[in-house]
């Protein structure tokens, strides 16, 4: 199994671009879920999704969206870039419930210029 | 209110000293408590978790946690570290969102470092 995988690892993008962080799984995972890593904040839940077709909003949702279309699958898009979202993104999932351990994916470190 | 408070952003130790991480929770929030582990430059990993029965919690790599539910409280423990063990700690806890789902928050962390 690879587990949870994202990509890409580092991302660089321009304030207005938009763009698409990918986040897989091979678990057959029915919980995942995004957050965001910012120092001193530590980390912050996006969206997240109880299983293909079903998504909800987290603490901190403005700027970004979501689909779950397939269980492996859980992209996060960014329609349009602002410096404040400079962060580091980590995907994460679980069997089927929250209290499941959540397995976390490698990190995207994002930079918006 | 934060639902979930780690009370010290950062916690020199020596190698071989006890080590206490404090976590406080509200007391709105579900009693599934977590603490999970990020080692530099990697995704987060799960140290422990509470989810009922003995109030005292064993985890991995010696660790553990006790669960104090009138001090609302999950503080994390291991009583002689390693310099293995320098990495952020975080306490998380299940949140009841509406219409009933549920949803895993964290606290903003704990930096350890073991110092030789």
């Known amino acids: 199994n690879a587990g949870v995988t994202q990509t890409p690892k580092f991302q660089v993008l321009k304030t207005g671009q938009s763009m698409t962080l990918q986040c897989a799984q091979d678990?057959?995972?029915?919980?995942m879920s995004w957050y965001r890593q910012d120092p001193g904040m530590g980390l912050r839940l996006i969206h997240y999704?109880?299983?293909?077709?079903?998504?909800d909003q987290g603490e901190v949702p403005n700027g970004y969206n979501v689909s779950r279309s397939t269980t492996e699958d859980f992209p996060l898009r960014l329609l349009s870039a602002a410096p404040s979202q400079t962060s580091v993104y980590f995907c994460?999932?679980?069997?089927?419930?929250?209290?499941?351990?959540?397995?976390f994916g490698p990190g995207t470190r994002l930079t918006v210029l | 209110a934060q639902s979930v408070t780690q009370l010290d952003s950062q916690v020199p130790v020596f190698e071989e000293a006890p080590v206490e991480l404090r976590c406080n929770y509200s007391s709105s929030v579900s009693v599934y408590l977590f603490w999970y582990v990020q080692y530099p430059n990697q995704g987060l990993q799960l140290l422990l978790k509470?989810?009922?029965?003995?109030?005292l919690v064993k985890g991995i790599n010696g660790f553990e946690a006790e669960f104090n539910k009138s001090q609302t409280s999950f503080h994390l423990r291991k009583p002689s570290v390693h310099i293995s063990d320098t990495a952020e700690y975080f306490c998380?806890?299940?949140?009841?969102?509406?219409?009933?789902?549920?949803?895993?928050?964290f606290g903003k962390g704990t930096k350890l470092t073991v110092n030789p």
């Open positions: 994460a999932s679980s069997y089927g419930q929250t209290t499941d351990t959540q397995y």
């Open positions: 999704s109880v299983g293909a077709g079903i998504t």
């Open positions: 678990m057959n995972h029915e919980y």
């Open positions: 998380a806890v299940i949140m009841y969102a509406q219409g009933g789902s549920e949803k895993l928050v």
């Open positions: 509470y989810l009922s029965g003995s109030t």
